[in-house]
């Protein structure tokens, strides 16, 4: 499938890419890494993810502990990320400011 990446997931990754690398930017760069492997195999196999619409409609989970990363299957060969967060996050209000 194809991958798209929101803007937003792009600012995400910036951010949490910054955030760690105020301690160790070796490790920022391996987080910032494992977050997007972790897309690559997402856009292969994204309904190994399930839905959590409890969260937003036609959103997905797939994890790189300690974050999230929320994605929507668009049409037959997009995938899209749409955030990633930290597991502490509240998402409710999250994704309610989403739209």
């Not at 991958?3 to 937003?8: F, S, T």
């Not at 890419?17 to 930017?25: E, N, R």
């Not at 997009?78 to 998402?91: F, K, N, Q, S, Y």
Request: net charge negative; no cysteine; glycine share 6%.
């Amino acid at each position: 499938m194809r991958l798209e990446i929101a803007e937003r997931a792009e600012q995400d990754i910036e951010e949490i890419g910054d955030h760690i690398a105020l301690d160790s930017p070796l490790a920022a760069e391996g987080v910032v890494a494992k977050i997007e492997a972790k897309f690559a195999a997402i856009a292969q196999q994204p309904l190994l993810y399930a839905e959590q619409s409890d969260i937003a409609p036609g959103f997905r989970r797939a994890l790189v502990y300690p974050y999230s990363i929320w994605f929507r299957i668009k049409d037959v060969d997009t995938v899209r990320i749409e955030r990633v967060v930290h597991g502490a996050r509240d998402l409710q209000p999250l994704f309610e400011s989403e739209g």
